[in-house]
C-alpha cells in the first residue's frame, strides 16, 4: 500500500490528539472523526494542519460515518466510553458506543475495503490475576469484571472471529492504564490522579495499596498504534498485542513511593482493601518481539512531568471536572 490516510475514530480524546500529532508529524493524511464530548480544544493547535480532515460526527450515525470511512484505508477506533465509572453512569450509552457502534464502524471498513481495523481495548480484561506470582499474557483468561471491561472483551472476540479472509484485517491492543501530559488532560487515572493530588499538597486516600496494574504513558501508546499501523498485515492481522512494558507494572504503593522520592513531606493514608477487582501483573514480550515496540517514557518520569505541571501554576484549577472523564 503506499502511503495510507489513517482515520482516527475518538482523535480529540486523552490518547487520540496526541497519536494524531505523531501521525502528522510523520506525515500521514490524517482524518479525525469525534464528538467531542469533552470538546475539541484539544485540537486548536493542529486544526488547520493541511493533512488534517476533522469531521464532528457521532460513530453511531452509520450513513455519515460510511462516507467518511469511504476515503481511508487504516481505521483506528479509539471512541468509547472509557473507565468503569463513566461506563456504570450511562449504562445503555456505554453499550451502544462501546459494542454496536464499534462492531458496526468494523463493517463499514471491510464494507469500504480498508486494510486495517486497529480496536483500542484494555490490560483491564483481565481482571483479577490467578497467580500473583505470575504475570498474565494475551493467551491469558479474560476475566472481565466491569462493564467498560465487558464491552472490550465483546468487541475483541466479535472481531477475532470474523473471517480470515476478509479485506479488512483487525488487530486487538490492549493498552495498560495511561498516564501523562498531553493536549487533552485527565486527572482520573491512578498515576495524574495521586501525583497531582499530592503535588497540591492533600493528604492522599489510597484504597488497597497492594494492588497491581501496568501503566503505559500516551506518548508510548500512540507510538504502538502507529508500531501496529505500520508493520505488515501477517504480524498483525487478527492479533492481540498488550501494549506497555513489564518493568512498567506497579502496586499503588509503588507509585505513592516513587511520588515520594520527588515530595518527601507528602501525607498518604492507607485504606484496608482485600479484594479489588484490578489485580493483574502484565507481560509485554509479544509486542517488543514481534512489533519491535519498546517504550520511551516510564512512570517515574511521568510523575516528574506532572508535579512539574502542577507547581508550574498553568492549570488554574487542576481539579476542574474537565479533567476527568
Ligand atoms: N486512557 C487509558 O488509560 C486507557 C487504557 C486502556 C484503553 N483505553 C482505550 O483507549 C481509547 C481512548 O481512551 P482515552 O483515554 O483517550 O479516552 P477519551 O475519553 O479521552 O477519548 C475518547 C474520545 O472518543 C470520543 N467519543 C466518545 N463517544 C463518541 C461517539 N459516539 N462518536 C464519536 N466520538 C466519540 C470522545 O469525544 C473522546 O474525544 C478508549 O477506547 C479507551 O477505552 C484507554
Redesign the pocket.
Known amino acids: 500500500m503506499k502511503q495510507p490516510k489513517i482515520l482516527i ?2 482523535g ?5 490528539s496526541v497519536l494524531v500529532r505523531q501521525l502528522l508529524k510523520k506525515n500521514y493524511k490524517v482524518g479525525i ?6 470538546g475539541g480544544e484539544s485540537l486548536l493547535e493542529i486544526y488547520n494542519h493541511p493533512n488534517l480532515d476533522i469531521f464532528k ?4 450515525n452509520t450513513d455519515k460515518i460510511d462516507k467518511i470511512i469511504s476515503k481511508y484505508n487504516i481505521i483506528v477506533n ?5 473507565g468503569d465509572p463513566a461506563c456504570n453512569r450511562e449504562p445503555d450509552l456505554t453499550r451502544s ?1 462501546n459494542v454496536d ?1 464499534a462492531i458496526n464502524l468494523y463493517k463499514l471498513s471491510e464494507k469500504n475495503k480498508c486494510k486495517k481495523f486497529i480496536f ?3 490490560c483491564s480484561n483481565y481482571g483479577k490475576m490467578k497467580n500473583s506470582k505470575l504475570y498474565v499474557s494475551e493467551t491469558s483468561d479474560l476475566v472481565p469484571l466491569s462493564l467498560y471491561a465487558q464491552t ?1 472483551v465483546e468487541v475483541e472476540k466479535y472481531l477475532l472471529s470474523q473471517n480470515r479472509n476478509n479485506i479488512c484485517h483487525p488487530t486487538c491492543l490492549r ?1 495498560s ?2 498516564y501523562g501530559i498531553g493536549p ?1 488532560i ?1 486527572f482520573d ?1 491512578t498515576v495524574n490522579e495521586f501525583t497531582k493530588d499530592l503535588a497540591m499538597g492533600k493528604e492522599l486516600l489510597v484504597y488497597g495499596e497492594q494492588f497491581w496494574r501496568p501503566y503505559c504513558h500516551i506518548v508510548d501508546i500512540a507510538r504502538a498504534v502507529i508500531a501496529t499501523i505500520e508493520a505488515p498485515n501477517k504480524i498483525t492481522s487478527f492479533a492481540v498485542f498488550n501494549v506497555g512494558s513489564t518493568k512498567e507494572n506497579y502496586t499503588k504503593q509503588m507509585i505513592v513511593d516513587e511520588v515520594r522520592k520527588n515530595l518527601p513531606k507528602i501525607k498518604v493514608k492507607y485504606v484496608l482493601q482485600v479484594d479489588d477487582p484490578r489485580d493483574y501483573r502484565v507481560n509485554f514480550d509479544k509486542i517488543k518481539k514481534q512489533l519491535k515496540f519498546k517504550t520511551i517514557k516510564n512512570v517515574p518520569n511521568g510523575i516528574k512531568e506532572i508535579i512539574k505541571l502542577i507547581k508550574s501554576g498553568i492549570l488554574s484549577n487542576p481539579d476542574d471536572e474537565k479533567y476527568k ?1
Do not use: C, P, Q, W
Open positions: 475514530v475518538g480529540a480524546g486523552y490518547i487520540g472523526v469525534d464528538i467531542f464530548r469533552f460526527e457521532d460513530i453511531r479509539l471512541a468509547a466510553i472509557v458506543i457502534a483500542a481495548s484494555t472490550k493498552f492504564t495511561a487533552k485527565r487515572l472523564n
